[in-house]
């Protein structure tokens, strides 16, 4: 099966769903790694560990991508980059204040693209420094995605988070939140992150995390597993970095048997596979790497032709330390 033929059907799948009030709900089975992941075809879910609540494993950032301004043929684009993200079964997209316009960006994709507010797990964040600021800022980012009500929301590089965690946990508490959390996305700031977790009851963290920035692998992650927090993983591709680094160096063979037809889907398996890691947020411009990056956890995507065996979409601890490896000597 070629890449253009899991993408056409991925896309099919999904676009099969939309207008379906919730993403299909999914049977859970155990694997290898102890996650509950969902089973049957379509994008691998994972369990929120705070709720009974599956996502996809594949989100969809916004930062510098969706930072488009009025201009209607990039808004437009990134339109239909959110398009094919629902298409293939794709919910969370996460957002910030900081991002300039990204946020009116994905409120103009929802309204062009007709998206119900149950098919998108909307997540942003809170980011200022004033004590009494953020229940404005609140407001606004809501006006700016054209919806009355957030299911996640962070607070950014845990700015001022001794004042704006207790508003999110309000907000929560009266049914305004589904889910809290807080953001980084630097090393350096895994001390205050690990206090933060000992001390408050948060559903989420956000954290960077790919084969080369393995630092959350330490703590941070065994942390969020023991204490029962999803974890959303940013900056997968280093900003995209990585993927332009590597390209042009061929795939290890072991690609094949992992369904991965590129080094960006390798990298993703990677993240995912970590059984602390609920999903992964890449950013793009592109259609085609929207599409390929839902591939990359498409439960289906790890067909081998040859023998008709179907191989688990996610490497497991052997395979996983061959992707870091053939990376790390790639670069
Ligand atoms: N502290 C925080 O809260 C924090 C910090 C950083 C990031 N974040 C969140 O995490 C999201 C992701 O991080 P990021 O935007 O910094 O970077 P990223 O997702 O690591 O990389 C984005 C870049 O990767 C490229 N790319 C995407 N898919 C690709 C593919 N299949 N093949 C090749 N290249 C591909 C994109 O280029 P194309 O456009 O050409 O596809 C884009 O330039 C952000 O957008 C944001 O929502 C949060």
């Known amino acids: 099966m070629t890449f253009a033929d899991i993408s056409r059907r991925t896309f099919l799948m999904g676009a099969a769903r939309l207008g379906a009030v919730t993403v299909a709900g999914m049977p859970l089975i155990g694997t290898s790694h102890g996650q509950q992941v969902a089973s049957g075809s379509g994008v691998l879910h994972r369990k929120i560990p705070a709720s009974d609540e599956t996502i996809p494993a594949i989100g969809l950032g916004s930062w510098i991508t969706f930072n488009v301004g009025n201009d209607p043929v990039l808004l437009k684009n990134c339109a239909d980059v959110m398009g094919a993200f629902f298409a293939g079964g794709g919910k969370m997209i996460d957002s910030s204040p900081m991002y300039g316009s990204s946020q009116a960006t994905i409120g103009h994709g929802l309204a062009s693209l007709g998206i119900n507010r149950q098919q998108v797990f909307a997540t942003d964040k809170v980011w200022t420094r004033d004590e009494k600021g953020g229940a404005d800022q609140i407001s606004q980012t809501a006006e700016n995605w054209g919806i009355s009500r957030f299911d996640l929301l962070q607070v950014h590089n845990m700015l001022d988070w001794e004042d704006q965690l207790p508003l999110l946990q309000d907000k929560k508490n009266a049914g305004a939140l589904r889910y809290v959390g807080v953001t980084t996305s630097h090393e350096r700031r895994h001390d205050l992150l690990g206090v933060i977790m000992e001390r408050a009851p948060l559903d989420f963290i956000q954290v960077t995390y790919n084969p080369l920035d393995r630092a959350?692998?330490?703590?941070?992650?065994?942390?969020?597993?023991?204490?029962?927090?999803?974890?959303?993983?940013?900056?997968?591709?280093?900003?995209?970095?990585?993927?332009?680094?590597?390209?042009?160096?061929p795939l290890p063979g072991f690609a094949a048997e992992l369904g991965a037809q590129s080094w960006a889907q390798l990298i993703l398996k990677y993240i995912i596979s970590h059984p602390a890691v609920t999903c992964a947020i890449p950013a793009t411009t592109r259609v085609d790497h929207m599409r390929e990056n839902l591939a990359a956890a498409m439960q289906d995507a790890g067909t081998n032709t040859n023998t008709n065996a179907q191989y688990s979409v996610l490497p497991d601890e052997k395979m996983r330390h061959a992707i870091a490896t053939a990376i790390g000597n790639a670069l």
């Open 216 to 249: 959350v692998e330490n703590r941070i992650l065994p942390m969020a597993q023991e204490r029962g927090m999803g974890v959303i993983i940013n900056r997968p591709f280093r900003g995209g970095h990585l993927t332009k680094a590597l390209r042009g160096t």
